[in-house]
Structure formats: C-alpha cells, structure tokens
C-alpha cells in the first residue's frame, strides 16, 4: 500500500504573520489582498467572529471594527513556504508542492525507517514544522492523492491535526462525502453529478467506467480509482518550468509622474529577476506594460540574441522599453515586466560567438542573492538613469 501525505498550512497567510508578530496569535487576523481590498485569509478566530473570505475590506472593518487588518506580504509568504517545503524534503526525496501552502510527499516505506506508523510519522513532520518554522499545519493520509487531499480537510477538525484514511476506513469516509467535497469537481462538475443521482462520493465510485467516460471523461475515471484507493497519480517531485514571470500591481494614487512609475517598474524588474535565477532559467524575450487610469494598456518587447537572467541587462532594455511607451499627461494606475521564452540553464547552448562577461554576470547575479539571503529581500535595488 502506498502511503501519501497532504501537507496544508492553515489559514497559511495569517499563519505567517503570527509568525513574525507572536502578539497576533490568539486573536481575530486578518490579511487583505492587493491595495487592501478584500480578506484573503481569516484566523480561526475571525472566522468564529463571522469575517467572510473575500468580504470587501471597507464592509468588514464596519462590521467587525475589532478584527486586525494586515496588508499582504506575498514575498514574505513565500519564503516561508520555500521553508516549509525544504523541512519536508528531509523527511522524503518525494515533494510535490501543490502551491504555495500545499504539499504531497510520499511516505510510502518510511515506517521502518523512522520506527513508526504512517499516523505518528505524519504528527512528528506536524511537530517539526511547528517548532522550527512557527507554521501550523494540518496533513491528511491514504493512499492516493485524492483521498489524502479529503483526509487533510479532516484533519483540520480534529485537534490532533492529523487524519488518516486506512483501507478499511474508505467505504466509511465515501458514505458521508458529499459529491462537491471531492478533490477536482468544480460546480459544473457537482451539477451534472446531482443530476445524475450521484449526491455523495460513494454514489460516484458505484458508477461504471464506460458512463465516467462519457459524462466527465478521463478525469472520471481517474477520481474513481483514486477513491476506491488505487493510485492513479503519484508523486512527482519535479519542478515545471514556468510559461513565463509577470510582476505587476496598481499603483496607490493615479500617477503621470515617469520617475514614480519607473521606480515601481525597477521593483517589479528585481523581483522578477530574482525569480527568474531561483527557477534556475533564463528569458530570451522582455516586455513591459503600463496600464492606464482608464484600463488601456500599453505594451512593448524586445526578443534578445541570447537568453539572460543578467538584472542590470534585463533592466537597461526594460527602461527602454518604458521610454517607448510612456506618454507624459497621462494618468496610469499599474506597470508591470513580463519575461518570457524561458530556457533552463541546462538546455542553453554556448552562443556561436558567446558574452565573454558572462562569468562575471553570473558571479555579481549570485552575489545579488546572497545579499539578500542574508540580509532580506530587496536590500539589494538597481537604480535608473533619470534623463
């Protein structure tokens, strides 16, 4: 039997922000999106005050004046996360981060490594990431991913934050699921289901192959032998690259100011780049947008020679990029850099004629992280030619 573990972080943002100020433990957090316009994560006593995911701030702050309102730091989540998931690479080679507060790992034969149950193993990594990270989690158990991913949301509800759903537990669980709380059926997916007299997982894994196929295809069939406890979908520890790396947000005032916006584009241009070399690629096309008050975009790019993850290259062209489209008198509400045409460095070939500085761009771009490995995020910040 396979042994698959759902590692969620609960309420991960508001997590995070007790972790870096204790005195917010224990009371009603709450974390706003962008420019504080909604609530995105809830503590578990705001949730029991009645804050709504996704109420808009200005309605909650009128009615629930007592809660803490926290603007989100997605950059400092992050780095929390990346925490997160290297104390669970030691436990086992196999990790899949499912997003930012979600992880698999197999655990499949570490019983005897570890002198445990699958039960114990799972409270131990809860244990571990409490005391060396500050993060609460709750970890679901079973033998595929669909089944731990229900086992996780049980485990939320009991206090031991632990749940496991053991061969002989599964008709059981499956009796007192309902249809929507299956793991990959959306609200389409539950109206075609209650129409088809399927109210509870058990109704789904009663149906035969052939009529799975036809209704919800594929992926029918695979929800139901990953019920029934068959893996379908193991787990996979690679990292795939991204399509392309977009940093954009709105601004806090309507702005024509150029050097206001070129400031917010040269953050944007760092934290993109620093994505850019942590995902160990390069971009071979840079684009930069800019978002008028009246939601016209402008957009430009420029497809290079050779691919770079060089800051001080990809922002000098960028700034370009800028000039071209920036137009004096008129107000903008957002800028962004979007790179695209990733390549990993693995699969680069040496240029015909190759940059005889590239060694020293990559020694200065390490140099870049190691600063801000040391010292935070963002201590490191290219600045631009005022013309």
Partial sequence: MKAIALVDCDSFFVSCEQKA???????????LSNKDGCVISRSKEAKKMGVRMGQPYFMAKKEFPDA????CRHD?????????????????????????????????????LYKMNYQEIASYIRQQIKEKIDIPVSIGVSSTKTLAKL??????KEDTGVYLIGAKKIPQVLSVTDVEEIWGIGRNLTLLCK??????ASDLVKKDDVWLDKKIGIRGLEMKHELLGEMVSPVVNEEKLPKSIQKTSAFGIFTTDGNYI????NYHIHSACRK???TDCKAKVIGVMLRTKDFKVYYDKKVLQAPTSFELEISDIAFKLFD??????????????????????????LMLFEDENADKKEKLSKCFDNLEKKFGKNIVQIGFYDS
Avoid: H, W
């Avoid at 100020?21 to 974390?31: D, F, S, T």
């Avoid at 137009?327 to 979007?338: D, E, F, H, K, W």
């Fill in 276 to 278: 850019l070399r942590k």
């Fill in 68 to 71: 803490i309102y926290v603007s």
């Fill in 76 to 112: 400092f989540y992050g780095e929390v996360s990346e925490q997160v998931m290297l104390l669970l690479r030691e436990f086992s080679p196999k990790v899949q981060v499912y997003s930012v507060d979600e992880a698999f790992v197999d655990l499949t034969g570490l019983k005897r």
């Fill in 262 to 265: 070129k400031n917010q584009l």
């Fill in 151 to 156: 086992a996780s949301d049980k485990a939320k």
């Fill in 21 to 31: 100020n204790p005195e917010l433990k224990g009371k009603p957090v709450c974390v």
């Fill in 195 to 200: 129409r088809s007299g399927i109210l509870k």
């Fill in 324 to 349: 071209n489209i920036y137009q004096s008198g008129i107000l903008y509400r957002s800028t962004g850099i979007i790179l695209e045409d990733l390549y990993p460095n693995s699969q680069i070939q």
